[in-house]
């Protein structure tokens, strides 16, 4: 299936700004995000669609994926 | 009216209250520039050094202002900058919240930080700076951490709670307090040249929502450290909803978040309310992500 990921902030360092990638059906955001070389406690906002998703959300064909880092300085 | 009043009537200047005669009238009656101040807003008289606000703030918002408190918890980074903007603005009663001391790494960004003030209590020099700049201005200073269990002491009587602290299992622990106890809350973050910023409501779950995926720890701040700059910027949007916040006007960040990218210059704002969409506010090359329904 075809998954399109955006990345934001630190998140396309070395990386990219948005791409489309094929995945395995069934495939859910922690796959995709530790295939990226990412780790779950980077992770902050999660998106499907542009809905609040979780690591554990499982992608259908088509679906976008946005991941921003968890920012939490002050 | 009373002789405090006709003295400080007799001596405007442009309709105005010149500052040193706020002073003097403290000294004649005994009182004090807050204590003038009040009276002065209350009877329709704006202070002089809030005329560059008049014609966005009116003199009866200007006296909201004053009689409001807001609690600035954390005064580093973004607290140095929140308390700055807070007390120029002319809100009547500061709380600042912080435990700790100034330490050579707070030099880079924290506006109350300077040699002369290492290992002093970042919550005095806060004291020291509105004391300086606005001296109507009731400034509190708690040298204590915020948690839960301090909370209600902390929080008693406040109008705003801004967030300002540094670690997301306290500002959990702050969204979960200024729920309990109804009172709005103004969040904001930052992370090198990343930053972001929501206005929570009571009732509303925003603070929650952002860190929902939070397993344990800092986030990228961790590694990235902050810059002078990324602070003042998300500080004063915080400020602005506080402004906002307490005059009951303009659009509110509220159920949204917008995220700053300084290095991309990108402003993303996240929607809370389902269904969440990012929209691109700016600056950005990417098509816009809409929700799905």
Known sequence: ?74 | MSELLAFISHQLKDGLLPWSVQVAAAVRFKSTPAAIEGLALGNGILPARYQRNRNMISVAEQQQLFQSRIAVIGCGGLGGYIIEELARLGVGEIIAIDPDIFEEHNLNRQLLAAPCSLGRAKVEAAQARVNEINPAVMITPIKEAFCTANSRVLLEGVTVAVDALDSISYRLELAAACTEIQIPMVHGAIAGWYGHVATQLPGDRTVQEIYRNWVAGKGIEKDLGNPAFTPAVIASLQVAEVCKIVLGKGELLRQRKVSIDLLAMEFHEILFNAPAEVIYLQGCDLEPVRAAG
Do not use: W
């Not at chain 1, 990412?38 to 959300?57: A, C, K, M, Q, Y």
């Open chain 1, 1 to 74: 299936m075809q998954i399109t990921l955006k990345l934001f902030a630190t998140f396309r360092n070395g990386r990219f700004k948005a791409a489309e990638e094929e995945f395995p059906v069934g495939t859910d955001c922690r796959t995709i995000v530790l295939g990226l070389k990412l780790t779950e406690e980077e992770i902050g906002i999660v998106l499907v669609n542009g809905r609040h998703g979780t690591l554990d959300s499982i992608l259908q064909d088509g679906d976008t994926l946005s991941l921003f880092p968890l920012v939490g300085g002050g």
